[in-house]
């Protein structure tokens, strides 16, 4: 049985930082990523991590680079993702995601919804003004 679940989210001012988590279950996932979603728009990618050929490969959404980073560790079976300099716009539903591979993807792939399997059931991050 797969599961991911989310953690770490809150409420933050704007400026400042927070980090989620998700523990992972039942499998090692070799691309995860995270996504998220506000009110009334669509789920969008918001970073990935994923290994080949016996490197970590990352890739971030244009709106959160240099902002957040992914990250995860895998003795714990654990994907993060730090968020600092927050905006109001980061508000949303964060969730992470998982598929076996992402060696057949382009970066731009790996932050597309349609490409991931398994969810979580998502945290709230609010920030506000």
């Known amino acids: 049985q797969v599961q991911l679940v989310e953690s770490g989210g809150g409420s933050v001012q704007a400026g400042g930082s927070l980090r989620v988590s998700c523990a992972a279950s039942g499998y090692t996932y070799n691309c995860m990523g995270w996504f998220r979603q506000a009110p009334g728009n669509e789920r969008e990618g918001v970073a990935a991590i994923y290994r080949g050929g016996g490197k970590s490969y990352y890739a971030y959404a244009d709106s959160v680079k240099g902002r957040f980073t992914i990250s995860r560790d895998n003795a714990k079976n654990t994907l993060y993702l730090q968020m600092n300099s927050l905006k109001p716009e980061d508000t949303a539903t964060y969730y992470c995601?998982?598929?076996?591979?992402?060696?057949?993807?382009?970066?731009?792939?790996?932050?597309?919804?349609?490409?991931?399997?398994?969810w979580g059931q998502g945290t709230q991050v609010t920030v506000s003004s």
């Open positions: 995601a998982a598929r076996p591979g992402c060696s057949m993807l382009t970066a731009f792939q790996t932050l597309a919804v349609r490409m991931y399997t398994y």
